[in-house]
């Protein structure tokens, strides 16, 4: 089973984009999901995660304010809507199922990944 990351690009600073993960589970409503970023070089920190009900959310502190996770559970796909963006957001972006369903940070909790789709933010 993979989770399908799309939506990433090359994009200005202080431009959006929206990320899509269509994550085709039989029980993808039963747990929550994440994304998360890597740069190469850098380790891979969390940016955001939602409950499996879609009612609960958790951000780094270096996007709240400019990104928000969303999910849609009739379409098995978890969004990331990202405004305001700035250089340092570049990376390849992943999302992520945990085996919880409440809002986690820790990746060790999450045990199935998507593939990663690159944003690049110019200055």
């Known amino acids: 089973v993979q989770l399908q990351a799309s939506g990433g690009g090359l994009v200005q600073a202080g431009g959006s984009l929206k990320l899509s993960c269509l994550a085709p589970?039989?029980?993808?409503?039963?747990?929550?999901m994440g994304w998360f970023r890597q740069d190469p070089g850098k380790e891979r920190e969390f940016v955001a995660a939602?409950?499996?009900?879609?009612?609960?959310?958790l951000y780094q502190d270096s996007v709240k304010g400019r990104f928000t996770i969303s999910r849609d559970n009739a379409k098995d796909t978890v969004y990331l809507q990202m405004n305001s963006l700035k250089p340092e957001d570049t990376a390849t972006y992943y999302c992520?199922?945990?085996?919880?369903?409440?809002?986690?940070?820790?990746?060790?909790?999450?045990?199935?990944w998507g593939q990663g789709t690159l944003v690049t933010v110019s200055s």
């Open positions: 589970l039989r029980t993808f409503r039963s747990y929550s």
């Open positions: 939602i409950d499996k009900n879609g009612v609960s959310t």
């Open positions: 992520a199922r945990a085996r919880r369903t409440t809002a986690v940070r820790d990746a060790g909790i999450y045990d199935l």
